[in-house]
């Protein structure tokens, strides 16, 4: 009786622990957000950033940075290292406040974003210059996302 009173306990332990919710992978992750004017310049050659070339590169799809579809939406994203990141090309949204842009990472940043100051200024409501530096919140957004004019 006393192992049928365990077995018990332990299936409805086992249960409630199932029927709890998930933690949200995709959940929003603070970050900080700077800006630098090179990246609105849409001349600029890709060979200048991180995601030049190599397997992961982006100069050979795009080769300007106002080729990048969403442009004047780059950066750099914490999340690339350097040379050849599998993250080059990655759209992320940021949010801040109420409002989100969608960037697209093509060089490495790693003390937060660092994004041009067209885009910090459509993030920030034109506060970019005022602000300097903000903290944010992103997540891994959709390509097309960025593709857009959102």
């Given at each position: 009786?006393?192992?049928?009173?365990?077995?018990?306990?332990?299936l409805a332990l086992i249960s409630s622990a199932l029927a709890a919710p998930a933690s949200d992978a995709a959940a929003d992750t603070s970050v900080s957000v700077s800006y630098d004017t090179a990246y609105d310049v849409s001349g600029t050659s890709m060979d200048t950033v991180s995601c030049s070339d190599g397997t992961y590169g982006l100069a050979?799809?795009?080769?300007?940075?106002?080729?990048?579809?969403?442009?004047?939406?780059?950066?750099?994203?914490?999340?690339?290292?350097?040379?050849?990141?599998?993250?080059?090309?990655?759209?992320?949204?940021?949010?801040?406040?109420?409002?989100?842009?969608?960037?697209?990472?093509?060089?490495?940043?790693?003390?937060?974003?660092?994004?041009?100051?067209e885009a910090m200024n459509l993030l920030t409501d034109n506060q970019a210059e005022d602000l300097g530096r903000i903290t944010a919140t992103y997540s891994v957004a959709n390509a097309e996302q960025c593709a857009g004019t959102a």
């Amino acid at each position: 009786m006393k192992s049928f009173t365990s077995a018990l306990s332990l299936l409805a332990l086992i249960s409630s622990a199932l029927a709890a919710p998930a933690s949200d992978a995709a959940a929003d992750t603070s970050v900080s957000v700077s800006y630098d004017t090179a990246y609105d310049v849409s001349g600029t050659s890709m060979d200048t950033v991180s995601c030049s070339d190599g397997t992961y590169g982006l100069a050979s799809k795009w080769p300007t940075f106002g080729s990048v579809p969403g442009f004047p939406r780059i950066g750099g994203a914490p999340t690339i290292p350097g040379w050849n990141s599998p993250n080059c090309g990655t759209c992320y949204g940021l949010t801040y406040g109420s409002t989100t842009i969608y960037i697209t990472a093509i060089d490495a940043a790693p003390g937060g974003f660092n994004i041009g100051l067209e885009a910090m200024n459509l993030l920030t409501d034109n506060q970019a210059e005022d602000l300097g530096r903000i903290t944010a919140t992103y997540s891994v957004a959709n390509a097309e996302q960025c593709a857009g004019t959102a």
